[in-house]
């Protein structure tokens, strides 16, 4: 395998992750979403790690808070949304939707979601069955519609569900439990989601991770997905919000 996934857990509030792909023949990776640098600038020393992308899903700091200190003294591409170019001004290559970039010979597909933000893009990579997706679709959940409507979210999640089933799914925040007890709170007879939330209680007790995911187990899992239409998606969301 030419390119491996690696997790940087933030430990924040927020519970952040800090993914890195690695191409592991030149060593180099591309960072995406760097919630502050000295995490990213140990670890990749620890590990010898070069970095030569960011990627960056939205303005929102804890994704974009490490990424001025990380170009210090650097030649770095940092790939972002178009959309929020006035927010975040260090991007140097703005991106929209069905843009395609390339890490070393991998093809990127970037899908814009909007909902969570106006300008949120995802990182979709075919040939990995990977999807690097933000604060868009998490385990068992999905964001909070701030700047969007309501339509654009559930339209952007239905975008994301039809990925192949196979894709793994690296969300940016360990969510996992809190979205898993408010699932089970609206779909309380769904057996798939009530032994993932014995696992996932389970890696949680032991600290582990509980991501990536995958596209089918959201899709049996995940309330957010299995909706069917724009104003069952609402209630839900609202209904979250105040869980
Ligand atoms: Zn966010």
Same mark, same amino acid.
């Not at 502050?36 to 600038?41: G, P």
């Given at each position: 395998?030419?390119?491996?996934?690696?997790?940087?857990? &933030?430990?924040?509030?927020?519970? !952040?992750?800090?993914?890195? *792909?690695?191409?592991?023949?030149?060593?180099? &990776?591309?960072?995406?979403?760097?919630?502050?640098? /000295?995490?990213? +600038?140990?670890?990749? #020393?620890?590990?010898?790690?070069?970095? $030569?992308?960011?990627?960056?899903?939205?303005?929102?700091?804890?994704?974009?808070?490490?990424?001025? =200190?990380?170009?210090?003294?650097?030649?770095?591409?940092?790939?972002?949304?178009?959309? +929020?170019?006035?927010?975040?001004?260090?991007?140097?290559?703005?991106?929209?939707?069905?843009?395609?970039? #390339?890490?070393?010979?991998?093809?990127?597909?970037?899908?814009?979601?909007?909902?969570? #933000? *106006?300008?949120?893009?995802?990182?979709?990579?075919?040939?990995?069955?990977?999807?690097?997706?933000?604060? #868009?679709?998490?385990?068992?959940?999905?964001?909070?519609?701030?700047?969007? =409507?309501? %339509?654009?979210?559930?339209? $952007?999640?239905?975008?994301?569900?039809?990925?192949?089933?196979? =894709?793994?799914?690296?969300?940016?925040?360990?969510? =996992?439990?809190?979205?898993?007890?408010?699932?089970?709170? &609206?779909?309380?007879?769904?057996?798939?989601?009530?032994?993932?939330? %014995?696992?996932?209680?389970?890696?949680?007790?032991?600290?582990? /991770?509980?991501?990536? /995911?995958?596209?089918?187990?959201?899709? %049996?899992?995940?309330?957010?997905?299995?909706?069917? /239409? &724009?104003?069952?998606?609402?209630?839900?969301?609202? *209904?979250?919000? !105040?869980?």
């Amino acid at each position: 395998m030419k390119f491996k996934i690696h997790m940087i857990d &933030v430990k924040n509030q927020l519970q !952040n992750y800090i993914w890195l *792909l690695e191409h592991t023949v030149s060593g180099e &990776v591309v960072v995406i979403d760097p919630t502050e640098a /000295s995490l990213v +600038e140990h670890y990749c #020393t620890e590990h010898q790690l070069k970095i $030569s992308q960011i990627w960056l899903t939205h303005w929102h700091k804890d994704h974009t808070g490490g990424v001025p =200190t990380l170009l210090l003294n650097r030649n770095i591409a940092v790939y972002g949304p178009r959309e +929020e170019l006035s927010k975040v001004p260090f991007i140097s290559h703005p991106l929209q939707d069905k843009a395609h970039i #390339t890490f070393h010979d991998l093809q990127v597909d970037i899908i814009a979601v909007p909902g969570h #933000t *106006l300008g949120h893009i995802v990182y979709f990579i075919d040939a990995l069955d990977v999807l690097f997706c933000g604060d #868009t679709l998490f385990a068992m959940g999905c964001g909070r519609v701030f700047e969007g =409507t309501y %339509e654009q979210m559930y339209h $952007s999640l239905n975008r994301l569900a039809a990925l192949p089933a196979r =894709t793994q799914v690296y969300c940016t925040h360990e969510y =996992t439990l809190a979205n898993a007890q408010f699932a089970l709170h &609206v779909e309380a007879d769904n057996l798939a989601l009530q032994q993932r939330y %014995e696992d996932v209680k389970a890696q949680r007790m032991l600290g582990q /991770s509980t991501l990536p /995911s995958t596209i089918a187990l959201e899709l %049996e899992t995940n309330p957010f997905l299995r909706v069917e /239409s &724009v104003a069952e998606f609402q209630r839900l969301r609202q *209904l979250k919000d !105040n869980f």
